[in-house]
């Protein structure tokens, strides 16, 4: 059971969202959150599996939010789904870097959001398709400091760099394996030493690693489109 906390200032669309869960097989409402302090509060109690967070809330806001329970020991295995009407850059990239391991417009279809929670409560990442390229290209505008124990690439095979290159470029594992001519256990095994050592929480983080150390250049000829996402892909 996919346990789920819904933080949103707006009291009908929380409403909204817990039924739509409460609905779903496999999904339970954890509870609700109207501010970014009541979602952190909330979230150390529950214990919730996925948190779908509001951007844009009063007092602390949903990035915040997530940065203190992404941070947290007692929260390091939530996930955090963030939500928005808006699909602007620097609500993408600050989610992210504060350790979200997704981001969907409010505009998702009912289906979509859901199979998005199920995607980030599995431990992959997840970006609607309408931002992805305004995010690549918001590395570029923003490179800000690299990330804690980062290290550069010092540690990183070969084989581990043409691995995370791709992730960067959106692939998921089974097309990152036709492109390297190898088996999809293998990429599961490179993909796993990365996030071990770059102390990465999911492949959104990578995509980061990946900008920020320069391994790859934003119009460097990324997938157009693409999903930081799994899916059934493995």
Do not use: W
């Amino acid at each position: 059971m996919i346990r789920v906390l819904v933080a949103d200032d707006q009291a009908l669309l929380r409403g909204s969202l817990r039924l739509l869960v409460e609905a779903e097989p496999g999904l339970a409402p954890a509870g609700e959150a109207a501010d970014g302090d009541e979602a952190v509060r909330l979230a150390r109690e529950t214990r919730p599996d996925v948190v779908l967070m509001d951007v844009r809330m009063p007092g602390t806001d949903g990035i915040e939010a997530t940065r203190r329970i992404c941070s947290a020991p007692e929260t390091a295995d939530t996930r955090v789904l963030m939500l928005t009407m808006f699909d602007l850059d620097a609500y993408v990239y600050g989610a992210l870097r504060a350790g979200a391991s997704g981001f969907l417009l409010k505009d998702t279809p009912p289906a979509e959001l859901l199979s998005a929670v199920r995607v980030v409560a599995a431990g992959d990442a997840l970006i609607a398709p309408a931002v992805t390229r305004r995010l690549i290209a918001e590395f570029a505008a923003r490179p800000g400091p690299a990330r804690p124990g980062a290290g550069g690439l010092g540690s990183v095979t070969g084989r581990e760099r043409e691995v995370l290159e791709l992730v960067a470029r959106g692939l998921n594992n089974g097309e990152i394996a036709r492109r390297l001519f190898v088996g999809l256990s293998t990429v599961k095994t490179h993909v796993s030493h990365l996030l071990g050592k770059f102390g990465a929480r999911d492949r959104a983080q990578l995509v980061i690693v990946a900008y920020e150390t320069g391994l790859v250049v934003p119009g460097g000829g990324q997938e157009p489109g693409a999903q930081f996402s799994e899916g059934s892909s493995g």
